[in-house]
């Protein structure tokens, strides 16, 4: 019988490289899936908490039913962006951003069903309080 030690190398030690996911908004559409209408209500709840004049520049957004799922569509000015993308990890509590949002736009609108075609936030606080 046998016996050997094996020394390991001491550079390969690695480190875990945690790293924050960041979203790249190379358009101005941005398409988020909640699994309930209740999450998307608790989202829009939990803005307008948090500050009241939040909601007012995501005006261009829509809501869509397809595949018993909630998509949010928000459409954002080019000058909105940074406001966007600070906003965007309070989004992600609730909902699970998607890729591809202008192909899958499309699909919602040719086979989803539209909950609140403008406005869904303001509209989902204001009929649902």
């Keep these: ?19 924050r996911k ?13 699994n ?7 989202f829009c709840t939990s803005l307008v908490k ?3 004049n939040t909601y007012t520049f995501l005006k261009k957004s829509a809501l869509y039913l397809y595949k018993s799922k909630y998509y949010l569509c928000l459409y954002i000015n080019d000058k909105d962006i940074n406001y966007f993308k600070s906003i965007h990890y309070s989004i992600i509590e ?16 040719e086979y989803g069903k539209s909950i ?8 989902c606080v204001k009929h649902f309080k």
């Design 1 to 19: 019988m046998t016996v050997t030690r094996v020394i390991p190398d001491k550079d390969v030690k690695r480190k875990p490289k945690i790293k």
């Design 22 to 34: 960041s979203i790249n908004i190379s358009n101005n559409l941005s398409i988020y899936m909640f």
């Design 36 to 42: 309930t209408f209740d999450e998307f209500f608790e």
């Design 50 to 52: 948090d500050d009241k």
């Design 94 to 109: 609730f909902a699970t951003h998607l890729n591809n949002s202008d192909l899958f736009e499309r699909k919602l609108k």
């Design 116 to 123: 609140f075609k403008t406005n869904a936030i303001n509209n």
